[in-house]
């Protein structure tokens, strides 16, 4: 499967940006579907992933309540609803997928991998 991510931008501290991760391929169904992100001088984490279902998503600390990921299997992708963004969310994100039921916040058990799209929150 290949992943493009896309939706970034420059925000204020406070807006909104809809982040997507559009994939390739008859089995997207198949993949479960992750958001890394990578600060400067930092290491890349773990942001939020769902289910090959939909049916189970999962959240870093720092986005709970914040972020939220979704995915239409019918157009294959995955989107990350992000409010009430902070200057510490600016990074560039990824999204990586898997073919398993389960998400994993260990980006190295991801097989397939998008290029980032840069967000840049500002204060």
């Known amino acids: 499967v290949q992943l493009q991510a896309s939706g970034g931008g420059l925000v204020q501290a406070g807006g909104s940006l809809r982040l997507s991760c559009a994939a390739s391929g008859r089995t997207f169904n198949s993949y479960t579907i992750s958001w890394f992100r990578q600060a400067p001088g930092k290491e890349r984490e773990f942001v939020a992933g769902i289910s090959w279902s939909g049916g189970n998503t999962y959240y870093a600390d720092s986005v709970k309540g914040r972020f939220t990921i979704s995915r239409d299997n019918a157009m294959n992708a995955v989107h990350l609803q992000m409010n009430s963004l902070k200057p510490e969310d600016t990074a560039v994100y990824y999204c990586?997928?898997?073919?398993?039921?389960?998400?994993?916040?260990?980006?190295?058990?991801?097989?397939?991998w998008g290029l980032g799209t840069l967000v840049t929150v500002s204060s």
């Open positions: 990586a997928a898997r073919r398993t039921m389960s998400v994993s916040p260990n980006q190295n058990v991801y097989d397939y």
